[in-house]
């Protein structure tokens, strides 16, 4: 079999998988698998995992600045948060109204880590002539099939959860009266966890500790921040 060590040369970063795999952080990924290619001859499946950048969410954002603006607004009004100067690090991701507030406008941007932990820190930023807050836009994932988290149900091998009831049918058949989220159930029966509610729905994100749970794993085990 190939040795992988033919390749090291161009690997900055190595971490073990779970399911047996390696994960490699190189700079030049179509050079790695020119390399790989050519060393490893397909003894190895290589697949390129995009790297994740933490997420903001900034709320309050008036009418008049316009989506295509509102980046612009942000770095050259807030320089003591986002001072990365290398091009490119800021992503409007989602611009869309504040719910109930149809004059107001919140916006979803990807940052780079240090801009992250200065933006949540302080709270707040300007844009335009607002005083707007900043929270933390870290999502996840939550299966349309079986809502568990961190996958989508194409890639789904379960069978139907109601995200309402947790029962064994869609949420279009659900006339269940009580309201049960099987995340938080599962996280209950797994032990350690008998003060968790698991009286909301799978989509309610405010009252579901399983969902906070999974996102603090996230910015933990992803981006290196504590939760
Ligand atoms: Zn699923
Ligand atoms: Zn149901
Ligand atoms: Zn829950």
């Known amino acids: 079999m190939a040795n992988i060590d033919s390749v090291a040369s161009s690997v900055s970063k190595v971490k073990n998988l779970k ?65 990365n100067d290398e091009e490119n690090v800021y992503k409007l991701i989602k611009f869309l109204p504040v719910k109930n507030k149809s004059d107001r406008f919140q916006v979803i941007v990807e940052v780079d880590i240090a801009s992250y932990k200065k933006a ?21 994932f939550r299966c349309f099939t079986c809502n568990g988290f961190n996958h989508s149900s194409s890639s789904c091998k379960s069978n139907v959860i109601c995200p309402r009831c947790a029962g064994n049918h869609s949420v279009k058949e659900c006339q269940a009266e009580k309201l049960r989220c099987i995340n938080c159930t599962n996280m209950k029966s797994s032990g350690n966890h008998d003060q968790i509610n698991d009286d909301h729905a799978a989509w309610d994100r405010d009252n579901c500790h399983s969902y906070s749970a999974a996102i603090n794993k996230i910015k933990r085990d992803v981006f290196g921040l504590s939760s």
């Open 19 to 83: 399911d047996g795999g390696i994960l490699l952080g190189c700079q030049d990924i179509t050079r790695f698998k020119r390399l790989a290619d050519d060393k490893l001859a397909g003894a190895y499946d290589i697949r390129e995992v995009s790297t994740l950048k933490p997420r903001i969410r900034i709320a309050g954002i008036s009418k008049d600045v316009s989506e295509s603006s509102v980046l612009d607004f942000l770095v050259k009004q807030n320089e003591f948060i986002f001072s």
């Open 120 to 140: 949540i820190s302080i709270g707040h930023c300007l844009i335009g002539l607002d005083r707007c807050y900043i929270f933390c836009g870290i999502d996840i």
